[in-house]
């Protein structure tokens, strides 16, 4: 279907544009063929009407031969035949009509005869520039969709570095306890297999509802408990309102893993992990809070996690999410903003 036609808001502001160029018709119905005013507007306002149908037809063939796969002379020679044809049709339309006003309007059908080589031209002119329009239109929504399918593309990728990461922090978590405490080594597996098969099923989808999200990042936590025991508490404080707004798939258990790994593994006495999140009307505000201790020895790779997040909240949503870092009497802060609605 035309895009035009796909709801009567865009068939009315489709119609009001054609007022000016009605207006260009009348008067060189006018000035070409000595019609007075009152003439020129009764012919011209159906046959622009006419006209501004017809100017529809050039998406189909646009459509048809496309820019960048058409050759030149093909894409001229349609289009060339088809403004002939249909100024004749819109011509056709005017004489038809100027014939039906000449009881009311002595003498019309021969002074609209006189105009009609100038109004073909004018005509075919205003053909040619609506398929330059839809061409326009359509190289348009190529690029949007390329683009859309690029950003899609660019997200799978991010997301599919983040069971890998977190898998191999985890094999080295159980490798550490096997040793020591053989019987949670074995209850961390089962939690961590039970974590990765909801995880590769979130993470076929684009978005969750935060709710499936804080769920997972439970499940995370739950894993790493068995390995730190009393040295990991965590807390959240959550609004009831987020539970439904969607956020991409696999945002939060990052980092709640940064949190672990590079703040409550690091300290001999553990800490708490803080997550707070809340709803302001369009907006979803998550916060992640944890201790770290700022002599520790680098881990290596730090950041990782973090940068994973940042380029996927820029290729989802652009400038319009943002993730702010804040570090302040040895505590960690990431704080994230994100339009989100809820679901209908």
């Known amino acids: 279907m035309h895009p035009v036609l796909q709801s009567w808001r865009r068939v009315v502001a489709w119609m009001t544009a054609w007022l000016p160029l009605g207006a260009m018709l009348a008067l060189a119905a006018h000035f070409s063929g000595g019609l007075t005013m009152p003439e020129s507007i009764a012919v011209m306002a159906p046959t622009a009407l006419v006209l501004a149908l017809v100017c529809l037809a050039p998406f189909y063939v646009c459509r048809y031969l496309p820019l960048r796969s058409a050759s030149a002379g093909r894409i001229l020679s349609h289009h060339l035949a088809g403004a002939m044809i249909l100024s004749g049709v819109v011509m056709l339309a005017g004489r038809v009509t100027a014939s039906l006003l000449s009881t009311a309007f002595p003498g019309l059908d021969r002074r609209f005869g006189a105009a009609v080589p100038m109004l073909a031209v004018v005509v075919l002119m205003i053909y040619l520039t609506a398929v330059a329009l839809h061409y326009a239109a359509l190289e348009l929504e190529a690029s949007r969709r390329a683009e859309i399918l690029a950003r899609e593309a660019q997200l799978k990728a991010l997301k599919s570095q983040v069971n890998p990461h977190f898998l191999f922090n985890s094999l080295n978590s159980i490798s550490a306890l096997t040793a020591v405490a053989p019987t949670e080594a074995r209850e961390m597996c089962i939690r961590l297999a039970d974590f990765l098969r909801t995880s590769l099923r979130l993470g ?141």
Request: a neutral charge; one cysteine or more; glycine letters at 8%.
């Open 204 to 344: 076929e989808r684009v978005t969750i509802p935060f709710a499936e999200e804080m769920a997972l990042t439970k499940m995370y936590l739950d894993v790493e408990q068995i390995r730190f025991g009393a040295r990991l508490q965590v807390k959240q404080e959550l609004d009831a309102a987020c539970s439904d707004c969607d956020v991409p798939a696999l945002l939060i258990q990052p980092l709640a893993e940064n949190a672990v790994k590079h703040g409550i593994a690091m300290m001999a006495e553990g800490g708490e992990i803080v997550m707070s999140g809340r709803r302001d009307r369009d907006w979803l505000r998550f916060t992640i809070t944890n201790p770290f201790d700022p002599e520790a020895p680098s881990t290596g790779r730090n950041g990782l996690g973090l940068r994973n997040i940042r380029e996927r909240l820029e290729s989802r949503y652009g400038g319009a999410a943002r993730m702010e870092i804040r570090v302040e009497n040895c505590s960690y802060h990431v704080a994230l903003t994100l339009p989100v609605r809820a679901p209908r």
